[in-house]
């Protein structure tokens, strides 16, 4: 099993749309949550960390359940620019090493 | 300012031929990483520098892959005997490396592209 499994999508959405999608963790040990994104052919780009109490940033919200042990962004108003593959990331605590889901694929269409 | 930059950004090599790939992190990072991702996964990790020494490899599939960072900037993964299997992008990263609370920001170069014919 892998540590960081995600909903491979794609999701697509008209523009003006709000989109929620989630990915699950099996290492209770795992500290650190971050939302990475990736454009085609592109490098990840950390997009926002994800903290115990929630946080947002913008049109972009973060929801972090330690007990079920999975995190969701979601996305309101999207953009046709929000349109990438939605990388969710976890690192123990102070851990160098992150571990990525494969993705989940987002097209927001005119 | 200048971010990671990776070196070549592509590159076709035959089977069982060897290969070097350079990664040039952003200036002060101290910390510097190696991932590889295949086509439709997330990035897997490969071996982790502080400084000049690896102080984590055990990413790294087996002994025909070895990387150094001689002074502690520039880094070059090396793949002997490559293999088909090895083909996928890979990716490079870094980070300040200041110890804390909280996991230091990766900051990602654009990935050299391998394959392995």
């Known amino acids: 099993r892998k540590e960081v499994e995600q909903d491979p999508g794609p999701f697509n959405v008209p523009e003006g749309a709000t989109v929620a999608f989630n990915c699950t963790y099996s290492?209770?040990?795992?500290?650190?949550f971050f939302w990475y994104r990736q454009d085609c052919r592109k490098e990840p780009k950390l997009l926002m960390s994800?903290?115990?109490s929630g946080n947002e940033d913008g049109r972009f919200t973060a929801q972090l359940n330690r007990a079920s042990q999975y995190i969701s962004l979601l996305i309101r108003d999207s953009k046709l620019s929000d349109s990438a593959t939605y990388l969710c990331?976890?690192?123990?605590?102070?851990?160098?090493?992150?571990?990525f889901g494969a993705g989940t694929t987002v097209t927001v269409r005119a | 300012g200048a971010g990671v930059s990776q070196t070549p950004s592509n590159k076709v090599t035959e089977k069982g031929k060897y290969v070097e790939l350079r990664c040039d992190p952003i200036?002060?990072?101290?910390?510097l990483y190696w991932y590889r991702q295949s086509l439709g996964q997330g990035p897997e990790f490969l071996i982790y520098?502080?400084?000049?020494?690896?102080?984590?490899d055990s990413g790294l599939p087996n002994d025909r892959f070895f990387a150094v960072r001689p002074e502690g900037s520039v880094s070059t993964l090396k793949i002997q005997r490559t293999e088909r299997g090895d083909s996928a992008v890979y990716l490079c990263?870094?980070?300040?490396?200041?110890?804390?609370?909280?996991?230091?920001?990766?900051?990602f170069g654009p990935g050299t592209r391998l394959t392995v014919l």
């Open positions: 290492n209770s040990a795992s500290q650190s």
């Open positions: 990263a870094s980070s300040p490396g200041t110890s804390g609370e909280t996991t230091d920001t990766q900051y």
């Open positions: 200036s002060g990072h101290t910390a």
């Open positions: 994800v903290y115990s």
């Open positions: 520098f502080q400084g000049t020494g690896a102080a984590d």
């Open positions: 990331v976890v690192a123990h605590s102070n851990d160098y090493k992150l571990s």
